[in-house]
């Protein structure tokens, strides 16, 4: 009896860390699949399991150490792979973006590696935020709200980052994966979480209205907040990205000095024609609510939601991070953004994610988390000069 729970805990955790090395193939099997990638070192200890003492005295004893050390092998995986990354990350920011090492604050020290072994079992220490919440304008006899972080010590007036959330641009709110808010203003920024109003009610372009007026609000109340209005960076994750790029490239705002989108949908007519794998993700469906229609009767609204057409000689500085194994926004979307920006001459990076999925970040100090922390933090200090 011990053999066969022993065998059916290592079928298990063999078939979940297969998640590590293919598309999932359903919405579900993609949710669990940022567990599986981002906390592989767990299912790693759970697999080491099926090689307590006793494991030779039968077949099925046997055959669970065999799949435990498979599924040992793939949970780790996500880590190696991270770690060629994390390795060259420095040096990739740096030409990208300039030499730049954020400043220490009291009880704030920055990660000091891309990647670290202790971090994926324990949060960097941050201490305590405030977290106030305000409304930056009415839409339909209705406030919009912002979610504002700001460490409770008194500082001088701080750069502002603005979060913007994701969910096809039908769901998500400014509460969602606040420990990136939170341990930015730790280290000396002010966040701003913004919520804008979403698809089918308010397609496109409600969305952009709503960020653009967030950024107006900010700038013009700058002062009462403790907010320096001429350093802004815009960071949003999926329909986030995209909107965080569309803003900085077409408002036309001095003060926005660089844009971070985690695996952003850049060309919205690219989508269309390569799409994903619809039971995962029915992307037809959000492309027709969110710019209602198809391209052959909406094609400039997809051409004017799409950031990479607006890549020019003055697009600001940029920072993409993509996982390779997203099956709701291809990383080929980030790639492509990736190649205007370097014809068009713009500082940017890209930074590819080997064993990532879509939301790899929700997990903060996971390997996507601690990489693309560690890329903000420098990121933000060096456009912030």
């Known amino acids: 009896m011990t053999a066969i729970l022993r065998l059916g805990l290592a079928v298990i955790v063999f078939c979940l860390t297969l998640l590590t090395v293919f598309h999932p193939p359903t919405y579900n099997l993609w949710k669990a699949s940022i567990g599986v990638t981002e906390l592989g070192q767990y299912l790693a ?37 991270a770690l060629p990354v994390a390795t060259g990350l420095p040096d990739r920011l740096n030409a990208a973006f300039g030499a730049s090492q954020p400043k220490s604050l009291p009880g704030a020290i920055p990660l000091s590696k891309p990647l670290a072994f202790t971090t994926l079992f324990r949060k960097p220490a941050s201490p ?7 409304p930056f304008v009415v839409r339909d006899g209705r406030p919009l709200e912002l979610d504002l972080y700001k460490r409770d010590r008194a500082m001088p007036a701080a750069p502002l980052v603005i979060t913007i959330y994701g969910g096809s641009w039908m769901a998500g709110a400014k509460e969602d994966l606040p420990a990136l808010n939170s341990y930015l203003a730790s280290r000396g920024y002010a966040v701003a979480a913004v919520s804008y109003r979403l698809a089918p009610a308010h397609p496109f372009p409600a969305a952009t209205e709503d960020v653009n007026a967030a950024i107006d609000y900010l700038k013009t109340n700058s002062a009462t907040l403790g907010i320096d209005s001429t350093r802004i960076v815009l960071i949003g994750r999926s329909a986030g990205g995209q909107l965080s790029l569309l803003s900085a490239y077409t408002k036309n705002d001095p003060s926005i000095r660089g844009a971070v989108a985690f695996y952003p949908p850049t060309d919205q007519k690219w989508g269309w024609d390569h799409p994903t794998n ?14 209602q229609g198809p391209p052959d009767l ?30 709701l926004v291809s990383v080929r979307q980030s790639a492509r953004l990736d190649s205007a920006l370097t014809a068009a001459g713009r500082p940017h990076l890209f930074i590819e994610l080997a064993a990532a999925t879509h939301g790899c970040d929700f997990i903060f100090n996971g390997p996507c988390g601690q990489i693309s922390t560690y890329a903000i933090e420098r990121f933000l200090s060096s456009v912030t000069k």
């Open 128 to 134: 305590e935020v405030r977290m106030t919440t305000i």
């Open 45 to 81: 200890l759970i697999a080491l399991v099926t090689w307590l003492p006793g494991w030779r005295r039968t077949r099925a004893g046997k055959l669970a150490a065999v799949l435990g050390f498979l599924a040992f092998m793939l949970a780790i995986s996500p880590i190696l792979r």
């Open 298 to 327: 909406v094609l400039d609204a997809y051409r004017k939601s799409s950031p990479l057409n607006f890549v020019t000689s003055l697009t600001v500085p940029t920072l993409l991070i993509h996982g390779d194994l997203d099956p």
């Open 278 to 291: 619809q039971r995962v993700y029915n992307s037809f469906h959000t492309l027709r609510t969110f710019l």
